[in-house]
């Protein structure tokens, strides 16, 4: 059998060295069109302030070390530009050249691109978004060459706040400007407002509910009226499925271009499959069709497929869509739906507060936490969580919960490691549990 995989970081990687540990004769190409695969996309924003130090640390796994274990074919710097999917085989560009190579199975992990949107004006403050380690690259050399004195981030999602920390970090006086009414538009308003609180009390400028109108040489003109001079822009406004070459090959997508595929990865062209952020989940609490770009879900779609493709028992169940995002001194999490996601649903809500550990301990910290659920079947819907410390354990356990579909009243009886310097004998997990019932 020969296998070809498009895009080989998360899913694309995920796939290659598990499908190989299950088949050691088979033939795995992998086609990536940047330099790297198997790099760390999550932990870019932090090369930026250098806290994560050296640009190797975000190589993750050593393309080498993949030849000689693994026994991959990788091939990068190698675009995969269009499917022959009666002859089977792709044409792809290296080196200048057009090549053609045959495959028996076809695997498309090929991401989400960030969206970019056209600003008016005369203006030559340059614009980045952030995808990989060259979009990383550019903007590392524009800070050392130009030492811009102030940034604007565009969106307030995941990877804009992490790139606006990671400016101020750097001694860059950043301003934030996002559309929606408040900052982190995935949770709810009043648990982001702490965010907000964080960025202000650190400095940064932020405006919400508010848009670039035009930029004139270095100053931005907002839709409020407000205006401010800048240096360099990077764009984060969100992602969309990367699905051009899928549909070249006549592959049907839905709702933003995401590939739809069957519970197997299957998409509707035989022998090709789809993993990813370029592909449509179901969200296992609506039951409805989503975009959920995660790099958890991603790996693990990867290994599922490996095995599937092997022979092995194994459905692909849908994601959650956990989340969390460091801000700062404070961390905010999320999994499952928010109330926007559920408008016109009945549902209700309980927001706790309590500390990360025993208060009589040193340094306790308030976690805030929002859980979401169904009034009738008790089923938990979504949970939100924020605080400087132990956010990631509470939200870890809901969306456990959640994926096991245990009811709200049920957290009561979850028992967790205790000790005073790590939790509270009555956690605010079981705290959400006792009020519920
Ligand atoms: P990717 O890992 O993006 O890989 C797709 C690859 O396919 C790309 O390298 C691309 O070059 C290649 N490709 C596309 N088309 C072709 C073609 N025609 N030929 C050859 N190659 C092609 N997720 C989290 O869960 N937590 C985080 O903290 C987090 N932080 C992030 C921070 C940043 C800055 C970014 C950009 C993403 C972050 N993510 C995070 C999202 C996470 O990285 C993705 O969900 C995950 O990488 C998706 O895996 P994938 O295999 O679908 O796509």
């Known amino acids: 059998n020969k296998v070809i995989v498009v895009g080989g970081v998360a899913g694309g990687m995920s796939f290659a060295t598990r499908y190989r540990r299950l088949n050691q004769n088979d033939d795995i190409i992998?086609?990536?069109?940047?330099?790297?695969?198997?790099?760390?996309?999550?932990?870019?924003?932090?090369?930026?302030?250098?806290?994560?130090s050296t640009r190797s640390g975000l190589l993750v796994v050593r393309e080498t070390l993949l030849k000689e274990r693994f026994h991959l074919d990788i091939r990068s710097n190698a675009e995969v530009i269009s499917i022959d999917s009666n002859n089977k085989q792709v044409t792809y560009l290296k080196d200048g050249e057009t090549l053609v190579e045959s495959y028996d199975k076809l695997v498309l992990s090929t991401g989400a691109k960030p969206i970019v949107i056209d600003i008016k004006g005369q203006?030559?403050?340059?614009?980045?978004?952030?995808?990989?380690?060259?979009?990383?690259?550019?903007?590392?050399?524009?800070?050392?060459?130009?030492?811009?004195?102030?940034?604007?981030?565009?969106?307030?999602?995941?990877?804009?706040?992490?790139?606006?920390?990671?400016?101020?970090?750097?001694?860059?006086?950043?301003?934030?400007?996002?559309?929606?009414p408040e900052v982190l538009p995935i949770v709810d308003p009043e648990m982001a407002a702490f965010i907000r609180e964080e960025l202000v009390l650190k400095q940064a400028q932020v405006f919400t509910g508010n848009e670039i109108q035009e930029i004139q040489g270095n100053e931005v003109l907002l839709a409020s009226g407000d205006r401010f001079n800048t240096d360099i822009i990077v764009m984060a406004v969100g992602v969309f499925p990367d699905s051009a070459l899928a549909k070249q090959a006549n592959v049907e997508t839905g709702i933003r271009g995401g590939i739809k595929v069957d519970q197997h990865y299957q998409t509707s062209v035989k022998d090709i499959y789809a993993i990813g952020d370029a592909i449509l989940v179901k969200n296992q609490v609506s039951?409805?069709?989503?975009?959920?770009?995660?790099?958890?879900?991603?790996?693990?779609?990867?290994?599922?497929?490996?095995?599937?493709?092997?022979?092995?028992?194994?459905?692909?169940?849908?994601?959650?869509?956990?989340?969390?995002?460091?801000?700062?001194?404070?961390?905010?999490?999320?999994?499952?739906?928010?109330?926007?996601?559920?408008?016109?649903?009945?549902?209700?809500?309980?927001?706790?507060?309590?500390?990360?550990?025993?208060?009589?301990?040193?340094?306790?910290?308030?976690?805030?936490?929002?859980v979401i659920y169904d009034p009738e079947t008790e089923l938990i819907l979504g949970a939100q969580a924020v605080g400087q410390k132990g956010v990631d354990k509470r939200i870890d356990i809901i969306a456990t919960a959640i994926k096991a579909k245990l009811p709200v009243t049920f957290l009561q009886e979850l028992e967790f490691t205790y000790a005073p310097p790590f939790g509270s004998a009555k956690d605010i997990v079981n705290m959400a549990g006792y009020v519920a019932s």
């Open 287 to 370: 039951n409805q069709e989503a975009l959920i770009p995660l790099a958890s879900p991603a790996n693990r779609q990867g290994r599922q497929l490996a095995d599937i493709l092997s022979g092995l028992n194994v459905t692909n169940k849908g994601s959650l869509g956990t989340s969390i995002v460091k801000v700062f001194d404070l961390s905010l999490g999320a999994t499952g739906l928010n109330e926007r996601q559920l408008a016109g649903k009945k549902y209700s809500v309980l927001h706790l507060t309590a500390n990360d550990h025993a208060s009589y301990y040193p340094n306790a910290t308030s976690i805030y936490l929002k």
């Open 123 to 180: 203006y030559n403050v340059p614009i980045f978004t952030l995808r990989n380690i060259p979009d990383l690259d550019k903007i590392m050399r524009f800070i050392k060459e130009n030492q811009p004195k102030h940034a604007t981030v565009i969106g307030a999602g995941y990877i804009g706040l992490e790139v606006a920390e990671n400016l101020i970090k750097k001694g860059i006086q950043t301003t934030i400007v996002e559309k929606a």
């Open 30 to 52: 992998i086609f990536e069109k940047g330099p790297y695969v198997s790099f760390a996309n999550c932990g870019l924003p932090y090369h930026i302030s250098g806290e994560i």
